[in-house]
């Protein structure tokens, strides 16, 4: 039995989540070559989930990763709003932006009994979740129609508590990874472990299957990764340019330029650490910032700046994920990538 | 012909440099072995140097390498100093330690014509060099007896650079690696880069041979590097419980510990980044101290309190350099662990 059968699929690929680039259509593309698409699903309302969840099953009955964020959301704290603005005021200014006329930012609605309950509809195979697990009673719901849990661990700590809390698979998040950290034991970005160290050492740890990710692009990464005892992969940011991705203009000729490999783990577009090319934005205000807004309500200024600017074609406020290793994106369908990285070309 | 034949040794393993934990008898162990044993040399004073390079000599005729570091030493800068050391002034309190008194600390000296001197006695076969490259005249002189050059890149910025400027080969330092960062173009450790992207995307862009350090550490991790492309691996931390090292019992004590995989980076040691095991004066003073007095002056300073604690049998303030992957470490001669690196046990 391959290490993967777990997951129900072909190919031990796995197309890693990416909310706010991506909908069902990279998902269905990668689930119908045989790897394990996935939905972003924390970006969505109640109607678009169901949507998206039909479509996808009106497409394909491979297996397919429902993705969803379990963080606390916050309660709004005008001062710390207030205070968040005020770095970024010389770009409103810029701009010809009023603060007081931002409208709501995008938000991300952590998992609930009310999604719960849509997901029963469609029962997916696979659910995995960013920023640690659901509340138990939650998480059983899931488990009922026999989903398997993956929960995304950055630290060997995190992998720990994933196992004794009922993760069916470990996702080992190493520092190379693009967009948000699953980071949720600790605030402590200098306790990131790079892909070559943490998986390893969370393999030695816990007893259930492990994925890697981070730095992972192309054939021979993805068989290193195997070799080294991950059960499958899961990829990002090799994806961004496919056709079946949703990456805006700016984003695309990011990933095309040659700094694409100049990135950085930053907190300034939604209050969490996450890892994207470093621009204007990130070089002035950032990396990390500590008066940003707490996650996701940070997300809401920046956004405001990031809409005036891409209208120019601009990138300077756009949040440019992407892992640190980009050479492995290619500008082919999604099929073909995914058994590329499979090794099956 | 092999990757690694350019090195003149059997295994594709060299041993990394670890100034202050080790001396010639694990060079000597690890050369005769088929790998390629290193002698840290900058913090040698000339008589130790030749005296060291002259007990290598005695006792193999395998290739090894003599590692310097190429830092502008600084100009002493009272004020910092004072600013610094006030920084612990509470640790000097709780030690009993009169701050005026503290003797200078070990030195670090750049490799220098008077070291060429010294070296050209021993034409050792490889030299390699950490913080960039020495100034052209004098990689001259090491060039004229046939040694190849390495140098040491923490970013592909830094590898273009050091093929440009002369290098041999390419060490590609991945954040995962114990001790001090190679890092020289730029202080950003945001711009840091993990071992599965750097090493890739150090490949792609220059054409000597590379060599993969960081989160290194056995047969399976030595295998999944080559495989990736590298010419070699380098490997430090696996061998720092072997009877030829000369890590200190602290040292060990916490190698051995369940904590050993909770590392930083950090600058407080030296003034110069370097991860090692988290202890006391890295969680209360650091890992990032902006105070800290400049590489390597602010050694002196934390070296007076290191000495105390260690007397007690207390590791809170030495440097406990340590990779993100201390999994390796095993209480084996460096032979034994030379060859169990390469595969061939």
């Keep these: ?30 689930s119908s070559a045989g790897g394990l698409g996935s939905l972003p699903c924390a970006m969505l309302s109640h109607d678009a989930l169901r949507t998206e969840l039909a479509s996808i099953k009106s ?9 969803f964020f379990c963080h606390t959301p916050p309660t709004p704290n005008a001062a710390r709003e207030l205070r968040w603005r005020s770095e970024l005021q010389p770009y409103f200014s810029e701009y ?7 409208p709501a930012g995008p938000g991300r609605e952590p998992f609930s009994h009310a999604v719960a309950d849509i997901l029963e509809e469609f029962k997916p195979d696979i659910v995995s979740f960013h920023f640690g697990l659901p509340a138990q009673d939650l998480l059983a719901r899931v ?43 600790s ?14 050492q969370i393999l030695q740890r816990v007893t259930v299957p492990v994925i890697a990710a981070g730095g992972i692009c192309d054939a021979k990464s ?6 080294l005892g991950a059960a499958a992969v899961q990829v990002g940011t090799a994806y961004l340019l496919c056709p ?52 996701p309500l940070a997300s809401t200024a920046i956004t405001a700046l990031r809409k005036k600017a891409e209208k120019t074609g601009s990138g300077d406020f756009s949040p440019l994920w992407c892992g640190q290793n980009p050479s492995g994106c290619k500008e082919i369908s999604a099929a073909e990538l995914t058994r590329e990285l499979a090794g099956d070309v």
């Design 96 to 102: 010809g932006i009023d603060s007081a006329d931002i």
């Design 222 to 227: 993805v068989a290193a990764a195997l070799s």
């Design 1 to 30: 039995m391959k290490e993967h059968a777990f997951l129900g699929v072909d190919l031990p690929i796995i197309q890693a989540p990416m909310a706010g680039v991506q909908d069902s259509q990279l998902a269905v593309a990668v």
């Design 244 to 295: 079946e991705t949703k990456s805006s203009p700016v984003h695309r000729a990011a990933i095309k330029g040659e700094h694409a490999h100049q990135t950085a783990i930053t907190n300034i577009f939604s209050g969490r650490p996450a890892r994207g090319i470093v621009n204007r934005v990130i070089r002035e205000v950032g990396p990390i910032n500590d008066h940003v807004s707490e996650f």
């Design 187 to 200: 605030d402590d970005l200098s306790a990131q472990v790079g892909t070559f160290a943490l998986l390893p």
């Design 59 to 67: 497409q394909t009955n491979n297996p397919i990763n429902a993705n």
């Design 143 to 185: 488990k009922i129609w026999g989903a398997k849990i993956l929960g995304c661990a950055t630290t060997i700590e995190e992998a720990q508590w994933l196992e004794a809390n009922g993760a069916d698979a470990i996702i080992a998040q190493g520092l190379e990874a693009g967009g948000h950290r699953g980071i949720f034991l």
